[in-house]
């Protein structure tokens, strides 16, 4: 079993088994949305140092624990000012998002079309997430992209997955605004 010891971390990890212990994935996520909020607000769990380290050509993914019984996994992404994801699906997993520092710009894409490879999305929504909010994500509903819309602050959020996430689809810009899907492997920063 993947886990790293932190102040808190046995809080964190209490909250998120007892809400997959509820055994559907809408009353799972929305106990852990709420129970995450709570959290990050009451300041009883402090991350990892590492986790505020931003990463030069990438938004760092480095995973704190990964539950082998239960199979969750909980990855702490750190977004240096301007970076971010293209769209991208969760590989068909629930997956709870919260902001712990900073702020993140996330939108929200519904898939209108699709013609093999090819995709077209139309953005529904566009929020601006700060410290201590959260957000579920429930397959389909799942496309979306983040960014740290900041020109000089770092920000971090802290996701639980279903399961690990080790690839996805990204979907690049082509022509006439559709998108192309590209399988993606996704890789770990590493966790200290
Ligand atoms: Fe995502």
Redesign the pocket.
């Given at each position: 079993m993947l886990a790293l010891q932190f102040p808190g971390s046995e809080r964190l990890l209490a909250m998120i088994d007892e809400a997959v212990a509820l055994g559907c994935e809408r009353a799972t996520t929305d106990a852990i949305r709420n129970g995450l909020c709570r959290l990050i607000r009451d300041k009883s769990v402090t991350l990892p140092a590492c986790v505020f380290e931003p990463v030069q050509d990438h938004y760092a993914r480095r995973e704190l624990y990964r539950c082998e019984e239960l199979g969750y996994s909980v990855v702490a992404m750190t977004w240096g000012p301007g970076q971010g994801?293209p769209i991208?699906?969760?590989s068909g997993l629930w997956?709870v998002?919260g902001v712990w520092d900073g702020q993140l710009e996330i939108t929200q894409y519904e898939l209108r079309k699709q013609d093999g490879e090819r995709f077209l999305f139309e953005p529904v929504g566009t929020h601006l997430a700060g410290v201590g909010s959260a957000g579920s994500?429930i397959p389909p509903h799942?496309y979306?992209t983040?960014r740290n819309p900041s020109a000089d602050a770092v920000a971090v959020s802290l996701?639980i997955y279903k399961q690990a996430l080790t690839c996805?689809s990204m979907f690049q810009p082509a022509a006439d605004g559709w998108h192309e899907r590209q399988a993606r492997a996704l890789g770990l920063d590493e966790a200290a």
């Open positions: 994801t991208h699906d969760h997956c998002e994500l799942e979306h983040i996701h996805c």
